[in-house]
């Protein structure tokens, strides 16, 4: 079975850092790879995602992804962060079978971000 | 663009109620999932649609049922609510049942406490 492991809970990052957001999966072969947000009080919205190809993903509000097959990781970073970036991040894969069962999500790490 | 619609967002239930939570669509999605949300536990799948008159369990399953007579609706059903069953709830849909390649769409979420 699939499984995604997001190791912080917490992160706080003081606005204008750079940031990275750990994610590591457990998986037979390459599954697909995405990153979630959630403000809050919101549902999930949709970063970036990985399929296949190009390693390094750009996704929306200037975030970005890299899969590494050799570590299992799927790490997000931005290079500067803005006080809006304050909210939840959830790291998920899916079976590339396609499989009818969802998306299985990490735990989530909630950023803070300091003035 | 309506998207995914949930309704309630909040909902307060005495033990051994029942309750409906209901979840709409407008893009003519053929998948349909519900997950619950808890703190520390990312998101966990309760039930999946992948398409009209057809539905399964997904991680989750006990103490909810849902039915899905219209590719628009898929309601989750609290037949005798516990307070195990206290968490924010969030439908989501997909183009196909491919589900883990195709970009789900999240609603709001609902928000429930169980007494």
């Known amino acids: 079975a699939q499984s995604v492991t997001q190791p912080d809970i917490h992160i706080t990052v003081s606005e204008g850092a750079s940031l990275e957001l750990r994610c590591n999966y457990s998986y037979g072969a390459t599954p697909y790879l995405f990153w979630y947000v959630q403000s809050p009080g919101q549902g999930l919205q949709l970063l970036l995602k990985y399929f296949s190809g190009d390693t390094l993903v750009q996704g929306i509000k200037g975030f970005e992804a890299e899969f590494k097959r050799s570590q299992s990781s799927f790490n997000l970073r931005k290079p500067s962060v803005h006080w809006s970036d304050a909210a939840e991040y959830f790291c998920?894969?899916?079976?590339?079978?396609?499989?009818?069962?969802?998306?299985?999500f990490g735990k989530g790490t909630h950023l803070i971000i300091q003035p | 663009n309506a998207g995914v619609t949930q309704t309630p967002k909040f909902q307060v239930l005495k033990t051994g109620q029942s309750m409906t939570l209901q979840c709409a669509q407008d893009?003519?999605?053929?998948?349909m999932s519900w997950y619950r949300q808890d703190p520390g536990m990312g998101l966990r799948l309760i039930h999946y649609s992948v398409g009209a008159g057809i539905t399964d369990q997904g991680e989750v399953p006990n103490g909810y049922n849902v039915s899905r007579s219209t590719t628009e609706d898929f309601p989750l059903r609290l037949l005798s609510a516990a307070p195990s069953q206290t968490s924010v709830y969030f439908c989501a849909s997909s183009y196909s049942q491919a589900a883990a390649k195709n970009i789900q769409y999240f609603g709001a979420g609902t928000r429930l406490s169980v007494l």
């Open positions: 998920a894969v899916g079976a590339p079978g396609g499989g009818a069962d969802g998306l299985t």
């Open positions: 893009m003519n999605h053929e998948y």
